[in-house]
């Protein structure tokens, strides 16, 4: 009896992280780590620090980085606006047409981003099929800031609605259907109690639209352009830089790669260390 309990003791001190994983998949694991962390070290390694400060506060770097902060929160803001409801309809209801609906949300997961760019300027450019009728009231979109915060949108908004609507297909609605038979209005049901059970989708929603935006690379330079303080976001000053000056290419992906590691960490593990 003594001895069965000591092992179970050993057990509970000891847990075998691997258990009932085959040694196979184990292995399989490390060289997937391996995959994605060899490269962030090269990147590390390659990095002149004593040149760092230098590079990341030149006024072509600062201009980069904020613009793209600031068009990134922006693209967050209205995929937050416009996925909630894409992503309520396209799960709650059935009309014809829901699956083609579904599949054009999804296409800019799939298409290149500079695809993206194209059908961007297609609809919006000066001579696209809405922009030139803006532009006769005198509102160019194609080549300013609000053509980033556009590209980032448009290339975004399918996580939003994929990470919302796989949450409002599996849970809550027989807690709606309760509170709409005690009288409450449908606002009222969707406010207090759609919502709050959204909030992991809306979480893990949130941080890959931001990311996605904050990446945004192709649809960016074909549908906005690339003009310092305007439309140049990070990714196409980390590319500029790369063609002129490696080092500073290198150091602000490091930047980037930061501020990404940030939101995610925030987003993620803290609601995991207030749930434990």
């Not at 590079?55 to 980085?65: E, P, Y």
């Not at 027989?174 to 059970?197: D, N, V």
Request: with cysteine; net charge positive.
């Amino acid at each position: 009896m003594m001895t069965t309990k000591r092992v179970a003791a050993q057990s509970r001190r000891r847990p075998n992280l691997a258990a009932g994983i085959p040694g196979v998949a184990v292995a399989m694991a490390l060289v997937a780590a391996a995959f994605f962390g060899i490269p962030f070290i090269a990147l590390l390694v390659d990095i002149t620090w004593s040149e760092l400060p230098e590079l990341l506060t030149s006024r072509s770097a600062l201009d980069a980085l904020w613009l793209s902060l600031r068009t990134a929160v922006a693209a967050t803001l209205i995929c937050i606006a416009l996925g909630i409801p894409l992503a309520l309809v396209l799960a709650r209801t059935e009309f014809p047409g829901r699956t083609l609906t579904r599949s054009i949300v999804l296409v800019p997961l799939v298409i290149p981003p500079v695809v993206a760019g194209i059908i961007l300027t297609e609809a919006f450019g000066r001579r696209g099929l809405l922009g030139e009728q803006l532009s006769a009231f005198g509102l160019d979109i194609s080549f300013t800031t609000a053509a980033v915060v556009m590209a980032q949108t448009f290339v975004s908004l399918p996580f939003m609605v994929t990470s919302l609507e796989s949450h409002l297909g599996s849970s809550g609605q027989h807690y709606e259907r309760t509170a709409q038979s005690l009288g409450a209005s449908k606002w009222r049901t969707f406010t207090t109690i759609t919502l709050p059970l959204l909030r992991p989708g809306l979480i893990s929603g949130t941080v890959l639209t931001f990311a996605r935006a904050l990446g945004e690379f192709g649809a960016t330079i074909t549908f906005a352009g690339s003009l310092q303080g305007t439309t140049r976001t990070m990714p196409l000053e980390i590319y500029l830089a790369r063609e002129t000056d490696p080092d500073a290419a290198v150091a602000l992906s490091l930047v980037l790669i930061l501020v990404a590691v940030a939101v995610i960490a925030v987003a993620y593990f803290r609601p995991a260390t207030n749930q434990s």
